[in-house]
């Protein structure tokens, strides 16, 4: 047979200038490696200078998460949607058409095919172009290897472009390859590496993006196509308008099956008949690719991967925690209830439409745990707000602002930056705590006139009083003598500021502090800084910004007698490997989803705390909550003991409740994020109320009926009353004398 004289003096040329010289510097036996003479010591240098051996670093991975039960998708989170498996759950077809599509004589070469390089620079030759490649799946599997273990854009870059030197590297390393992997290990390494399109990376992941199905159930006209894809992604896209390319791709590696054997010639004429038959699927990333019909936990999506962020087991920044969240491959169990979380989005969209103005939002935390159940509030989680409503703010109205209704991702539950809200009288929960450990039992008593002029100075602009601060009850009926049952219970503002200023503010501080509240705006910072808190005389009326997770949490370790925990989204991290991921903590390594809790308030305090909270809805024990109180609805809705504190701001600009059982604490809250200013009006105060008893029964409705336990009698008994300065404090007393 005569040589192709013209092919034979290209090659040569091109062996001079070190473009195939690989092949020789290998020590592969090839009979054109004498034209190439002295040119191939250049190349003989470069691979010289190679590593001996390939370091495969793990893959991108895509990490899975799910809701409390195991196996309720929440979302995932991915760079690259992939997802490994092994050779073995990867069906036949699919091995065979990647073979024969990509590399025929895999089984037979050492990862450099010489007869295949040869054969593919013929044909690109003759055709003057790329028509055949040379690289066998072993180096192409290097390749990717180099890509996926770049540390940087130039790295990665340098991984594929078109140079001698990288050709090169590919097949010295290939080689190596071969000698350290089987050749079942490198499909399967391959298979997990190769880009399909639509961000799918592996054949895992292609198959449920293309098939909705498992590598392992792929028919050979489904797994042709997918091979097909390897070589140009968007070129021959099946999912495209025009499909004639990807069919005739996917028929192309159906014939190459055929030849290598894999099928036979009518198998291949039957399969080749088949129209292109897609079942796409569009996996979600991130928190707003929750599926449509759970928008609602994207709040809660929102609320974990800003924890995520926060955790230091995951990353040095918040970059890099977040991109291992995107590329760790991790198996989340989060802490979100599907039927606590549907139960209390149903409630909440009862009582205020998604169009509305005014969020009415609602937490639910498990005492003891820290565990966040629940995230609901009348808002759709999207970036798209080009048809939301007016700004409630003038001046943002005037600047073309838009509302954030009904569409916002804005973490208006906690867990983000937000500044949060008011919350009113809840905050009496801090200064009642602080006094009981401070050792005044709940019978502490103190004539609570409708106006008291105080000790605390006045706000700048506070004039009523002089240079001292006032405060009024929001009722005359709240007039009397009150002690911490009936001052709760009827959340008598003149009884709790006199109560405050026993204990002192500070403590009241402090408390809130301890049970998890952090101070949001520059103003709070200041006022709660040692040399101002015992000063803030307004504490214990609510006028800090908190966050119904705060609030949530703050009354669940109440609930807990006194356990702090710190509010958690998650039960379980898993990495690729199976185990869990873990966290330092006192030189020892702890699971991060491990509970984080510590006694932040004795027990007995915080069983004192709620026998006066159950005042509030009428359930305590001790028959001591006087003749009305602030939620007695919420006891009959539950149908077993209750506690919890209801909440109003200065002008109703903002509602709360946060009621508990000794299995759940909720937190609900009703204000216009957009313009704290703006009045929900005492006509809607029972929204927080009722949504919070509603979630609590539901809840907890196929539960035992559990009890509080009851606090010891040195916080009880006893009628401790404070005489001394009760009249110079009540206002109209004062005025007379002064």
Not at 696 to 703: C, K, P
Request: aromatic letters at 8%; proline letters at 5%; hydrophobic letters at 35%.
């Amino acid at each position: 047979m005569e040589r192709d004289t013209s092919t034979i003096s290209r090659l040569a040329a091109l062996l001079r200038t070190g473009i195939i010289v690989g092949v020789i510097v290998a020590g592969m036996a090839y009979p054109l490696a004498a034209l190439a003479g002295l040119g191939a010591k250049v190349g003989i240098q470069k691979v010289r200078e190679l590593p001996r051996e390939l370091t495969v670093p793990p893959s991108a991975q895509t990490s899975y998460v799910y809701a409390s039960d195991g196996t309720t998708l929440l979302t995932m989170f991915y760079e690259e949607h992939r997802k490994p498996v092994a050779i073995a759950d990867v069906a036949q077809n699919v091995q065979h058409a990647i073979i024969a599509a990509e590399d025929s004589r895999f089984y037979e070469h050492n990862g450099v095919d010489m007869k295949g390089a040869a054969r593919a620079f013929v044909a690109n030759q003759r055709a003057g172009g790329v028509s055949q490649g040379a690289s066998t799946l072993t180096m192409q599997y290097v390749r990717m290897a180099l890509r996926d273990g770049a540390d940087s854009p130039t790295e990665a870059l340098a991984a594929t472009e078109q140079t001698t030197a990288r050709k090169l590297r590919e097949m010295s390393l290939a080689m190596e390859v071969e000698k350290r992997m089987s050749k079942e290990q490198i499909l399967e390494g391959y298979l997990n590496s190769a880009y399909f399109g639509h961000r799918a990376y592996g054949i895992a992941a292609a198959s449920e993006v293309f098939f909705s199905k498992t590598a392992n159930d792929l028919t050979v006209a489904e797994a042709a196509t997918l091979a097909g894809l390897v070589k140009a992604p968007s070129a021959y896209d099946p999912a495209g308008s025009d499909q004639h390319a990807a069919t005739e791709r996917r028929n192309y590696v159906i014939d190459r099956m055929a030849e290598a054997g894999f099928i036979t010639t009518a198998e291949a004429r039957t399969v080749k008949a088949e129209p292109i038959s897609l079942q796409l699927t569009n996996p979600p990333n991130d928190c707003v690719s929750v599926a449509q019909a759970t928008n609602d936990w994207g709040y809660f999506c929102d609320y974990f991967k800003n924890w995520w962020m926060q955790q230091e087991a995951f990353g040095a920044d918040p970059a890099a925690r977040l991109d291992r969240l995107r590329r760790g491959g991790y198996k989340v169990i989060t802490t979100l209830d599907p039927a606590v979380q549907a139960n209390a989005q149903k409630h909440v969209l009862a009582k205020e439409k998604t169009d509305s103005r005014f969020a009415l939002g609602t937490v639910a935390v498990e005492p003891g745990t820290g565990h966040v159940r629940a995230m609901a509030v009348n808002r759709v989680y999207s970036l798209d707000q080009k048809h939301n409503g007016r700004h409630s703010d003038a001046r943002q109205r005037r600047a073309g602002i838009l509302g954030n209704y009904p569409n916002t991702v804005n973490p208006l539950l906690g867990g983000g930056d937000m500044p949060g809200y008011q919350a009113g009288s809840t905050f009496k929960m801090f200064t009642m705590l602080a006094a009981l450990e401070d050792g005044l039992p709940l019978s502490t008593s103190y004539y609570s006139p409708q106006k008291l002029r105080t000790k605390y100075a006045a706000d700048w602009n506070v004039r009523e009083c002089g240079t001292k601060w006032c405060v009024r009850n929001a009722s005359p009926t709240q007039t009397g003598r009150k002690n911490m049952w009936t001052g709760f219970g009827q959340s008598v503002n003149t009884y709790f500021v006199q109560l405050e200023q026993k204990v002192g503010a500070q403590k009241a501080v402090k408390m809130a502090e301890r049970l998890g509240l952090r101070w949001r705006t520059e103003i709070d910072r200041i006022q709660a800084s040692p040399d101002r808190a015992r000063g803030w005389g307004a504490f214990t009326l609510g006028v800090a910004d908190t966050t119904p997770l705060e609030m949530a949490n703050a009354f669940a370790t109440v609930a807990a007698d006194g356990k702090y925990c710190e509010p958690l989204p998650v039960t379980s991290v898993t990495a690729p490997d199976g185990t869990e991921a873990t966290r330092a903590v006192d030189g020892k390594q702890i699971n991060v989803a491990d509970p984080r809790c510590h006694q932040a308030v004795p027990a007995d305090v915080a069983r004192a705390a709620t026998e006066a909270a159950m005042c509030t809805t009428r359930a305590s024990e001790s028959g001591r909550c006087g003749e009305w109180s602030t939620a007695p609805d919420v006891k009959r809705t539950v149908k077993r003991q209750v506690a919890g504190k209801t909440g109003t701001t200065d002008n109703y600009q903002a509602s709360w409740f946060i009621g508990y059982v000794p299995q759940l604490a909720v937190a609900a809250f009703l204000s216009d994020p957009d313009n704290p200013q703006h009045r929900v009006g005492d006509q809607n105060g029972y929204k927080p109320r009722v949504t919070v008893a509603e979630t609590l029964r539901d809840a907890v409705q196929d539960q035992p009926v559990q009890k509080f336990s009851p606090p010891s009698k040195k916080l009880t008994r006893g009628e401790y009353t404070d005489n001394r300065n009760y009249r110079y404090y009540d206002y109209r007393s004062y005025r007379r004398r002064n």
